[in-house]
Structure formats: structure tokens, C-alpha cells
T-cell receptor
């Protein structure tokens, strides 16, 4: 079945440093979604990417969809304490979504 | 709008006991999903529904049953709880097919412990 690999599993950064998480699929994707889950909270939708090579920005967050539509990345510039949490990519397939295992981001003050 | 709500928020069961988790959404969404989340495992789909009266198995359906008698409600049942079912359970809903340009809205979760 369709698998998704998300790396790294954990990331510790100093506040103000940049952060990137990567999502890789074994097959070509029709779309990819990104979610954020704060500690103790529930996943919240951030964005969906559909087009090959697509780049979208939300303030300090930059999302990219690979040219071959097999990988995606989320980059955070100048992290803040509010960025703490786990970031999940999610692949759309038929009538359900397959989630990656997530990257947990920890910010050191 | 309350969005997606789940009851209860916390529950402790003994092995062999049964319980039902309730998910309700007020967004008129067709699609509803039950996930479990365990440390390091991400979100794994248990069962889902593509409309009132329908249910389908997800990635980890064993030991669970579901029902969607009303469009706004999706129930997850554990007939005979086992310690391996200790987890955080999330319900989610979406307007259309989750794989096609439709975000999922998640409930706050139910933390279940089975002793």
C-alpha cells in the first residue's frame, strides 16, 4: 500500500533558528496536506498542495510540493516558541488520508 | 458552531469492559473518521464513514465497531477492551472525500486507558 516517510522524527532547535521537515512517498501523489498538533491538542489543518512544484507561504511557514509529486517539505523560518508541536504530512488516497508519523519540534529558549 | 465534539474526554476501563465513544459534528459533513494516536505512531485510521448509514474499515479496525445512524454522529465501540487499546482517540470529519482537496476537522480527543 501507499506509504509515507516523514523525517526527522524529532528536532530540537534554538529559538530563532530555522526548521524543516520532509515527507516522502513511494508513489506519485495527487495532493498532500500538512497538519500541526500542539502538545495535548488535536491536529489542525495548515495547508494542502496539489500542483507539481507548488510553493505556498503562510507567514514564516513555507510549504513545497516536489516536481515529481512524491515529496513535500515544510520550512519554518526563525522559529518561535509558538511553533512547538508535531507536524504531520498527510497523503490523500481515495476516500481517506494516510498520515505520516510526524516530526516533533522542540524549541530551546 | 461547536465543530467536532467528542465524549467522553477521559475514560479508564478494566480489561474486558465495553464502552462507546461518541463523535458529533455540526458542519453537515458527509465524511467522518476515527483515528487512534500512539506515541511515535502518528495517526492510524480505525474506521470511517462516507455518509449516513455507511461504514468502512481503516488501517487498524480489529477490536472496534462503528455506527453512523445519523449524519452528524459517528460512534466507536469497544466490545471487550484490551490494554493494547490504551490510546488517544480522535474523531475527524470532512465535507468531501478526504483525499481530494478537503481538509479534516478534528475533535479534541478521548484519552482511554485500559487496565
Amino acid at each position: 500500500g501507499q506509504q509515507v516517510m516523514q523525517i526527522p522524527q524529532y528536532q530540537h532547535v534554538q529559538e530563532g533558528e530555522d526548521f524543516t521537515t520532509y515527507c516522502n512517498s513511494s508513489t506519485t501523489l495527487s495532493n498532500i496536506q500538512w497538519y500541526k498538533q500542539r502538545p495535548g491538542g488535536h491536529p489542525v489543518f495548515l495547508i494542502q498542495l496539489v500542483k507539481s512544484g507548488e510553493v505556498k507561504k503562510q507567514k514564516r511557514l513555507t510549504f513545497q510540493f516536489g516536481e515529481a509529486k512524491k515529496n513535500s517539505s515544510l520550512h519554518i523560518t526563525a522559529t518561535q516558541t509558538t511553533d512547538v508541536g508535531t507536524y504531520f504530512c498527510a497523503l490523500g488516497r481515495d476516500d481517506k488520508i494516510i498520515f505520516g508519523k510526524g516530526t516533533r519540534l522542540h524549541i530551546l529558549p | 458552531n461547536a465543530g467536532v465534539t467528542q465524549t467522553p474526554k477521559f475514560r479508564v476501563l478494566k480489561t474486558g469492559q465495553s464502552m462507546t465513544l461518541l463523535c458529533a459534528q455540526d458542519m453537515n459533513h458527509e465524511y467522518m473518521y476515527w483515528y487512534r494516536q500512539d506515541p511515535g505512531m502518528g495517526l492510524r485510521l480505525i474506521h470511517y464513514s462516507v455518509g449516513e448509514g455507511t461504514t468502512a474499515k481503516g488501517e487498524v479496525p480489529d477490536g472496534y465497531n462503528v455506527s453512523r445512524l445519523k449524519k452528524q454522529n459517528f460512534l466507536l465501540g469497544l466490545e471487550s477492551a484490551a490494554p493494547s487499546q490504551t490510546s488517544v482517540y480522535f474523531c475527524a470529519s470532512s465535507y468531501g472525500l478526504a483525499g481530494y482537496r478537503n481538509e479534516q476537522f478534528f475533535g479534541p480527543g478521548t484519552r482511554l486507558t485500559v487496565l
